[in-house]
């Protein structure tokens, strides 16, 4: 099907392009993929290899290609302006709070009827980025609807912001425990701080994974997220962080009550944690958890390279060495945010290193013996094919 020129290097399952946030080949600027073949994001995990899945998936690539295109064809969006302001005279900042409930009730909203997040678990969601001016005295909400998260997390890097998607903890269960325990259908609130003037940004944000925090919000068999009881708790966090990330502090961990239920049953379980400590429980590892990620590892070299794992604190800083993967080969791992995973030859030199950060996505590619630095040098983007 391809020439010989523009071969897409592969999973290793031979199936699926190996794509960067656009959907576009890691190897091949301007190849593009819609359809069946995006499904190497979210392979296993969510529903972009069916109709009903990557409906949404290419709908969200015309959007990443308008956006690329000119900057006139904006993602949709909503503005939520000073949703907090500060006077030099006055001390504290000021929340305003019709600002901020607006935003929370549109957020739950589209909790409640946005179809891309609930067919596409863990890979689209809306979100909303946190900006302010230079002297950081107001600060403006923009919420943008049913982006890939990780497209989402590349463009904002740096800057604090909070996403809302959909994932599940051992959703195959049986009805009647589903009756009784929930469904185990989550809405995840994942919240970042960051620097609300962009400042970061310009300088680069510092390398590897930000901190971040999870509030998850579980579903019963009948849950209606615009219920009362799910949003002043999501007031709560959204007047909180906003106020944080005016102020340029480090965001606090919110003291919370107990579980708060709504009359369907709902239980609203916040679950704080920040990057260095993400310490999500796994239940024997059987059922999904919100930190676990398929790592696909793909060698290109003609030789075999010899995977090892670090795994992040409070585990030994050490490397333990993992999977021999064969010239050509490829595997795939199970893996978990922070881990970070070097590929070594058979003279012990290091060829790559992959930390993982969940920003980047449920399903993540190692490609060892590629780099998409070399490619972007040797290819920059106004030499590219348009
Ligand atoms: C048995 C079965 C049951 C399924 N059931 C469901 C279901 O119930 N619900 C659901 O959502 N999904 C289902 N799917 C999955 C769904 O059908 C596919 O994911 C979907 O059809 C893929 O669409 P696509 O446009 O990405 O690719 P395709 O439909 O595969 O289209 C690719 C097209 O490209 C053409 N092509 C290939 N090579 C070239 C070339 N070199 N030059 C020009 N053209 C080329 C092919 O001929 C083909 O027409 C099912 C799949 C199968 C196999």
Redesign the pocket.
């Known amino acids: ?1 391809y020439s010989a020129t523009v071969k897409p290097i592969l999973q290793a399952n031979g199936r699926f392009p190996v794509l960067n946030e656009n959907y576009e080949s890691i190897n091949n600027p301007n190849l593009f993929y ?4 995006a499904h190497s994001h979210d392979f296993k995990r969510s529903a972009g ?4 899945g ?1 409906r949404y998936t290419a709908r969200a690539l015309v959007r990443i290609l308008g956006e690329r295109r000119t900057q006139i064809e904006q993602w949709p969006h909503v503005e939520f302006p000073s949703i907090v302001s500060r006077s030099l005279s006055k001390a504290k900042p000021e929340i305003n709070a019709a600002h901020i409930a607006a935003l929370a009730k549109q957020a739950m909203e589209r909790l409640n009827v946005g179809s891309a997040a609930y067919q596409m678990v863990h890979v689209l969601g809306d979100a909303v980025v946190f900006q302010c001016d230079k002297r950081q005295e107001r600060l403006n909400a923009t919420y943008f609807e049913e982006l890939p998260l990780k497209y989402f997390h590349q463009k904002f890097r740096g800057y604090p912001r909070i996403t809302f998607s959909f994932g599940y903890f051992g959703q195959a269960r049986p009805f009647d425990q589903s009756i009784q325990t929930g469904t185990k259908f989550e809405a995840f609130v994942w919240s970042f701080p960051g620097d609300c003037t962009g400042g970061k940004q310009r300088n680069g944000p510092p390398p590897g994974p930000e901190d971040r925090e999870l509030f998850r919000f579980e579903e019963s068999l009948s849950t209606q997220w615009t219920e009362a009881a799910f949003l002043p708790d999501l007031e709560v966090i959204l007047a909180k962080r906003a106020v944080d990330s005016l102020k340029g502090v480090h965001w606090e961990k919110l003291s919370w009550g107990p579980p708060t239920f709504s009359k369907h049953g709902d239980k609203i379980t916040p679950l704080l944690a920040s990057a260095s400590h993400l310490g999500f429980a796994i239940a024997a590892g059987k059922e999904f958890e919100a930190g676990e990620v398929n790592l696909w590892v793909r060698n290109l070299k003609k030789s075999n390279v010899y995977l090892q794992r670090m795994a992040p604190p409070p585990a030994d800083q050490e490397w333990e060495n993992h999977t021999i993967v064969h010239p050509s080969g490829g595997t795939k791992l199970e893996s978990w945010h922070l881990d970070i995973w070097r590929a070594l030859g058979e003279d012990d030199a290091v060829l790559g290193q992959h930390e993982v950060d969940l920003s980047n996505g449920i399903v993540q590619d190692f490609v060892v013996g590629f780099s998409e630095e070399e490619l972007r040098q040797s290819c920059p983007q106004e030499d590219r094919i348009p």
């Open positions: 099907m819609a359809g069946n073949l290899g069916f109709i009903h990557f």
